[in-house]
C-alpha cells in the first residue's frame, strides 16, 4: 500500500529540507527523499568541506608565515592529508546530522532511496530493502546538481577529478592544473597552494 503525503520533496539539499522544514511547519504531513546523503551536494562534497579544507590550509599559512612575524616559532611542520581529510569528514558529518535533527523535530519523514515517478502523483523509491510507492498532493523537486566531464577529460578522481575528487584527495599533491577559474575552481587552487602545491588555473 503506497504512503501518502501532503508535500514530498525529492532531494535533502539546502533547497529541500528547507523546503520540508518550511512546508511542515504549515501544518502539511511531509516527507523528504533522499539517496545520498543528508545536507546534498553543499554540505557532503562542495561548500562546507571545501571551507573546511581552506580553512586547514589558512591555518597552516599562518603557521609558516605569519607566525614568526607575531614573534612565534613553529618549527617541523608537516601535513598528513587523510588525517586532513578525517578531520573535514567529522565536520561534515556532524553537520549532517544536525539537518537530521532538525527534519525529525519538524515531523519530516525521511525516506532513504532513489525516487523514479509514475505518475503526476505517484513515484516509486528503491532503496536497499525493496521498492515503495509515495503519493502527494503537491512534489518538489530539489535534485541538485553533478559536475559535468569534459569531452576528452574523463574523470577518474585520480589523475583527472571533478570538485568532488578533489576534496576527497588523500595525499599533498605536487602539482595540479585547475581547468575553469570561476569560484569553485579558485577556491580549490588556492586551497591547495595553501598546501604547499604548485596550482596553474586555465
Not at 545536507?39 to 562534497?45: D, E, K, Q, S, T
Not at 581529510?85 to 535533527?101: I, L, P
Not at 532513489?114 to 525493496?130: H, I, R
Not at 512534489?139 to 576527497?168: M, N, V
Amino acid at each position: 500500500m503506497a504512503q501518502s503525503f501532503d508535500v514530498v520533496v525529492v532531494g535533502a539539499g539546502p533547497g529541500g529540507y528547507v523546503a520540508a522544514i518550511r512546508s511542515a511547519q504549515t501544518g502539511k504531513k511531509v516527507a523528504i527523499i533522499e539517496r545520498e546523503y543528508m545536507g546534498g551536494v553543499c554540505l557532503n562534497v562542495g561548500c562546507i568541506p571545501s571551507k573546511a579544507l581552506i580553512s586547514a590550509g589558512h591555518f597552516l599559512h599562518k603557521l609558516q608565515h605569519s607566525a614568526p612575524e607575531m614573534g612565534i616559532t613553529v618549527k617541523g611542520t608537516a601535513v598528513d592529508m587523510g588525517q586532513t581529510q578525517k578531520w573535514k569528514k567529522s565536520v561534515c558529518d556532524r553537520m549532517a546530522g544536525g539537518v537530521e535533527q532538525l527534519l525529525k523535530g519538524n515531523t519530516v519523514t525521511i525516506i532513504r532511496g532513489e525516487a523514479t515517478f509514475k505518475t503526476a502523483n505517484e513515484l516509486t523509491v528503491k532503496s536497499s530493502t525493496g521498492t515503495d510507492s509515495i503519493t502527494a498532493k503537491n512534489f518538489i523537486i530539489a535534485t541538485g546538481s553533478r559536475p559535468i566531464e569534459i569531452p576528452g577529460f574523463k574523470f577518474d578522481e585520480q589523475l583527472i577529478c571533478s570538485s568532488t575528487g578533489a576534496l576527497e584527495q588523500k595525499e599533498s599533491l605536487k602539482s595540479l592544473i585547475v581547468i575553469g577559474g570561476g569560484y569553485i575552481g579558485l577556491e580549490i587552487g588556492g586551497m591547495f597552494a595553501n598546501f604547499g602545491t604548485k596550482v596553474t588555473v586555465v
